[in-house]
């Protein structure tokens, strides 16, 4: 690719970007949100055209206009999210858009899948709905689509970021396969260990511009961070211990079933104190969002469920206007949101769809900063100053770019959606602070910001529930972490002794203990 | 697919980040001239009439004399009423189809005042009470649908059109419990005589009651959903319900309120339709304007201060086209074809406003 640019509006997402891509080699793509490697990525695959530049196969420049083209040049791309049938088979599936002469012959069709299979050491069963499908079947079967196409180079943009540290390796290893066997791969990711791991160059990208690229054996993590940054970034998540630690959430029994019937939740009992991480490892899917949703009054549990919020007691930093209704403990099931808020209980809510749940996307700043507290104040009016001035504050404080207060919090970059969303939370003065996949999407430096603010939010004494999917950020940020398996507590270990291992083998294989109980 | 054209596309449509204010009216006063263009090349190949005689004939329609003027302004301001009822709806993205039907109920309970009270009540307590009423009866038509949709989640668009015909039906069973001359099928100008429950003259002008009813709804409405806390909320819901429950709104509680407000000024129009400017009731007293409001509120974007410019636009061109229709022997379906071009090129060019098209550039290497 050559002196690439593309253009949208104003904003130039990349500038005469220059990227080589040698045969049979993997090449990691790194850069911020918002540095442009998907729009890079996405003009190789067809789906965009640039606006100048040549992009060149072998010696022969040519011109991609539609995926369509890109596959007739063996360029296929697996995105973030799956673009399968749920109804279909793998096999259907992958042969779904072809147009081939002839009868559609679909056992052909699995033979030959099966041989791509056999040969990179990929597992799945061609005739396996997809709907029965884990994530990581899904994705084994996106990647074998873009092989039964012919695919020799093939771009995967962020494949880990869904998967369990086991099945991340499971992929790494198929990709080695198809690298020995002649391929180039693109990876797109941000976590850098994985960069180490796999690939045998990293190109940096920056601000739309090529930054450079190293080969992987030469670089390490701190070396490629600053490059992506462009300054000297600590890489080291502090872990500060907080001696005061009062019980501040007890969940008791707490079951919830999906509109399905199925137990999403199942008999769930622990603690959350305040001035502490309590982090939430689990694959995805394994009730992480019930359990939140449920504490903030967004799920109707089963009868025989507890959640207690012990208020703070008036010597605590955070007493400060939440005056204790109730020194036992207060009683959260069955209420909604608006009655929890109005019992003196101040919590605070990062969901994980975070335009879906969390804000408003055609609001601007302003109007997302009143969402939960536009019933302040008398009189049918609502009072836009003070989210003002909170919206002005929150810009300044965690560095939100956006080109107005009252451009619609859609059209900026993910991160700064969740800088938004998290600073509205934490003005809120919580005490119990809850967040679902924070730094999901968001660059590395976004991801300390937030890292950052959760522990000064617990040093205040607030009790902090992260749920989360990246093992090392878990492992060296919360100082407790609760394990998910299908709905049911698979155990609680201590953060500071416990490995990834461990973890990762409790958020797949359910206990003896547990699965009685 | 063996062969890779090397060439870039023809067209390619981007979407546009932000357009500048002049730009974009630019934009529509070229699709109405266009749209003008077309028209006359479609009226001089059907009819080899002169199309700067027939766009003359259709501004002497709608504005020729003081009287047509006044006519368009009546019709302008039901229209808009039903827009500005139907805007709190479609915010909540709730899809009121039901205007037909609010209008009609309101229409029917203030006729039935006007043949039963007429004469027994003074004018100004007549009115109000009218008033009153038609607004209960159309929010009772409106809460329905929206007490179904917030408990079992029904589908609010075939609920409202439903009570659409519900309200005809009512509607036919009053005319002919009222029927006035028996035989007739219709219920004739009630209170021709005395002009009893009619709209008294405001600044020596028939319609100015209409005038002062509607833009007091219009401004009032603008306020209510920019400003008010409701309005937030009616804002909320109608971008996410998830959102909104996560903000501890009561959806039920919003999606019923917002519907009776929506019903109420629906049926306060069919007040208006029947008070104030048609004196009768019939079946055709919405007459299809439940729905052309849902074009007026939509493309305002509920903004309804550019509601009254839409409604007066259509206003214009369906009375400009009935014009031409009679004076050059066109038949309605003519006209119809021009009103139809011309709403066409200014609703097209909102596409133009969001998209731009990139022409391939004239260089080498472009073989097709």
Redesign the interface.
């Known amino acids: 690719m050559r002196g690439i640019t593309k253009i ?4 130039v997402a990349n500038n005469k970007v220059n990227l080589d891509i040698r045969r049979g080699e993997i090449l990691s793509l790194l850069g911020e949100n918002g540095s442009g490697k998907t729009t890079l990525m996405n003009m190789l695959s067809g789906i965009y ?1 640039p606006d100048e530049g040549q992009i060149f196969v072998g010696d022969q ?3 991609i ?1 539609s995926p ?2 890109a ?3 063996g360029i296929g791309m697996i995105h973030q999210h799956f673009k399968l049938v749920d109804v279909l088979t793998a096999t259907e599936n992958i042969v779904l858009g072809l147009q081939e002469k002839g009868k559609l012959d679909l056992k052909a069709a699995a033979k030959k899948i099966q041989e791509i299979c056999d040969r990179y050491g990929f597992v799945v069963d061609p005739n396996q709905k997809i709907y029965d499908m884990s994530v990581s079947q899904k994705q084994t079967v996106e990647i074998v689509k873009v092989l039964y196409r012919g695919a020799d180079v093939l771009i995967l943009d962020e494949p880990t970021a869904v998967l369990t540290p086991q099945e991340t390796n499971r992929l790494f290893d198929v990709l080695r396969n198809m690298k020995a066997d002649g391929k180039s791969i693109i990876i797109i990711t941000h976590k850098l260990h994985e960069v180490m791991a796999i690939s045998d160059r990293v190109a940096v990208l920056r601000k739309g511009e090529f930054i450079g690229d190293v080969a992987t054996k030469d670089t390490d993590p701190q070396k490629l961070t600053d490059m992506m940054v462009g300054r000297s970034v600590s890489l080291n998540i502090d872990r500060p211990l907080v001696e005061h630690r009062p019980i501040r959430l007890e969940v008791k029994n707490l079951t919830v079933r999906n509109p399905d019937g199925v137990k999403t939740l199942d008999n769930v009992s622990f603690t959350a104190c305040g001035g502490e991480i309590l982090g939430i490892a689990g694959i995805s899917g394994s009730g992480q969002k019930e359990l939140l949703e449920a504490i ?1 009054g ?1 799920q109707h549990p089963l009868e025989g469920s507890h959640i207690i919020y012990y208020p703070p007691t008036a010597d605590e930093p955070i007493a400060g206007q939440h005056v204790p209704v109730d020194k036992q403990g207060e009683e959260l099931l069955g209420k ?3 009655q929890i ?1 109005k019992i003196g209980v101040s919590m605070a ?1 990062v ?1 994980e ?1 975070r335009l ?8 601007g700043m302003i ?1 997302n900063m ?3 507290s ?2 302040e104040g008398r009189g ?3 009072d836009r100053k003070a989210p003002k001035a909170l919206a002005e504050q929150v810009r300044k404080e965690l560095e939100v770019s956006t080109p107005s207060l009252t451009t619609p919090v859609r059209r900026l970059s993910g991160g700064n959606v969740q800088k938004v969303l998290v600073g509205r939370e934490i003005a809120s003065a919580p005490t119990v602070l809850m967040t679902a996949y924070a730094v999901r999407g968001l660059d590395i430096n976004t991801s300390y910001t937030i890292y950052h603010l959760l522990n000064e939010q617990k040093e205040k004494g607030v009790a902090v529930i992260f749920v989360g999917e990246d093992l090392d950020v878990l492992l060296e940020l919360c100082d407790r972490i609760l394990v998910l398996c299908a709905g049911k507590v698979n155990g609680i270990v201590d953060g500071r002794n416990t490995t990834k291992e461990e973890v990762g083998l409790m958020m797949t294989n359910l206990r003896k203990e547990a699965q009685r109980v | 697919m063996s062969t890779v054209r090397h060439n870039e596309p023809l067209i390619r449509i981007v979407k546009r980040d932000t357009i500048s204010r002049p730009k974009s009216w630019g934009i529509r006063i070229a699709a109405v001239l266009l749209a003008l263009l077309i028209s006359g090349l479609f009226i001089y190949s059907v009819t080899s009439l002169n199309p700067a005689d027939v766009y003359k004939a259709m501004y002497e329609g709608a504005m020729g004399t003081t009287r047509r003027r006044w006519i368009t302004i009546r019709d302008v301001m039901v229209l808009l009423c039903i827009g500005v009822g139907l805007a709190p709806a479609f915010k909540m993205r709730f899809w009121n189809i039901g205007a037909e039907g609010q209008i009609l109920v309101g229409g029917c309970v203030t006729a039935w005042c006007m043949l039963n009270l007429g004469t027994s009540l003074p004018t100004p307590v007549l009115i109000l009470l009218m008033a009153v009423i038609s607004i209960v009866a159309g929010a009772v038509w409106g809460i329905l649908p929206a007490i179904f949709k917030a408990r079992w989640g029904t589908n609010e668009t075939l609920f409202t059109l439903m009570m659409n015909y519900v309200a005809i039906q009512i509607t036919s069973y009053c005319v002919a419990l009222w029927e006035n001359p028996a035989g007739s099928n219709t219920v004739g100008i009630i209170n021709q005589q005395t002009g009893a429950g009619w709209f008294p003259d405001l600044f020596g002008q028939a319609y100015g009651l209409n005038v002062v009813i509607v833009l007091a709804l219009t401004v009032g409405m603008f306020a209510y959903l920019k400003y008010s806390k409701q309005g937030y909320e009616i804002a909320v819901v109608g971008e996410s319900h998830n959102t909104a429950r996560y903000a501890g709104i009561k959806l039920s509680r919003v999606i019923i309120r917002t519907m009776a407000i929506s019903g109420a000024i629906c049926g306060l129009a069919g007040f208006l339709a029947v008070s104030g400017v048609d004196h009768t009731i019939s079946t055709n007293t919405a007459g299809g304007r439940g729905f052309t409001a849902i074009i007026v509120a939509w493309l305002a974007q509920f903004n309804t201060f550019i509601m009254v410019l839409i409604s007066f636009l259509l206003v214009f061109l369906q009375k400009g086209a009935s014009e031409i229709a009679s004076q050059f022997n066109l038949n309605d379906f003519a006209s119809d074809v021009i009103t139809g071009i011309i709403l066409f090129c200014i609703i097209g060019s909102e596409f133009f406003i969001n998209y731009k098209l990139i022409f391939r550039k004239k260089k080498g290497g472009a073989k097709a």
């Open positions: 949208f509006g104003p904003v055209f420049e040519v011109t206009r369509k083209d596959f007739a040049l903030a967004l909604d949101p608006l808020h809510f969901p769809d879906g749940m969390g804000l408003v996307g055609s609001m109007d009143m969402l939960k536009y019933r049918p009016i609502a």
